[in-house]
């Protein structure tokens, strides 16, 4: 089953604007994990957040975590064309242990038009 | 350095035979897990092993099982395919067992007719 839901499910912005994607989760996390997927092919690591952090940055890319609402957020600015994908969040509950277990939020669809 | 490969890319079979999926870690890497993505949904977790252990299990069926090999690569093995195992299986390796980051393949897009 999935550990939480992304919103929204779909996204449509033009090139230079800012996109927001907000995850929601169930249980204790470890760590939470943003990634992309494009086309139905395999997932790029974008960020990792832990739990004892509330704000991360990577170029282009803030994440904000909440655990006391259990929800993070992933912000992409001045967005491209390029940025079109599948957003998905992952995170490692804390009950897995020392186990490498992620589970997956049901995916923002980015699109990003010219 | 070479990322996490997987074969085949693609693969067609009929219900009820077997399949065997491999996947190469990232050089160093110890740890491999093993997703199931069905069209429109997020991955889902099948296993994970560590130093040739298995550390976790999802919420799959007997007909699904793993190993992992010496040199840290991996097989996912599904028997007795049903339609719905037609997916995108997804291998990711990490440094080590645990909230570490997971690097993902390409995948191995599985059709069952």
């Known amino acids: ?114 | 350095d070479a990322g996490v490969t997987q074969s085949p890319t693609h693969l067609i079979k009929t219900r009820g035979q077997h399949v065997t999926l491999r996947c190469s870690p990232i050089s160093g890497h110890k740890s491999v897990s093993w997703y199931q993505q069905v069209l429109g949904q997020g991955p889902q977790f099948i296993f994970q092993y560590y130093e040739k252990e298995e550390r976790g299990r999802g919420n799959f069926p007997d007909r699904f099982s793993a190993r992992q090999f010496p040199n840290y690569s991996s097989e996912l093995n599904v028997n007795a395919l049903l339609l719905g195992d037609s997916a995108l299986y997804l291998c990711a390796s990490s440094l080590k067992s645990g909230d570490y980051e997971q690097y993902f393949g390409p995948g191995t897009r599985l059709t069952v007719t």
């Open chain 1, 1 to 114: 089953s999935q550990q939480g839901e992304e919103d929204p499910q779909a996204l449509s912005i033009q090139e230079g604007e800012n996109a927001t994607m907000n995850c929601s989760y169930k249980t204790s996390i470890n760590n939470l994990q943003w990634y992309r997927q494009n086309s139905g092919r395999g997932l790029v690591h974008l960020i990792l957040i832990r739990s004892n952090e509330r704000e991360k940055h990577s170029g282009r890319l803030r994440v904000t975590l909440d655990t006391s609402k259990k929800s993070s957020s992933l912000l992409i600015t001045a967005s491209r064309a390029a940025d079109t994908a599948s957003y998905f969040c992952a995170t490692a509950p804390r009950e897995t242990g020392t186990a490498s277990k992620l589970t997956f939020g049901t995916g923002t669809r980015l699109q990003v038009t010219l």
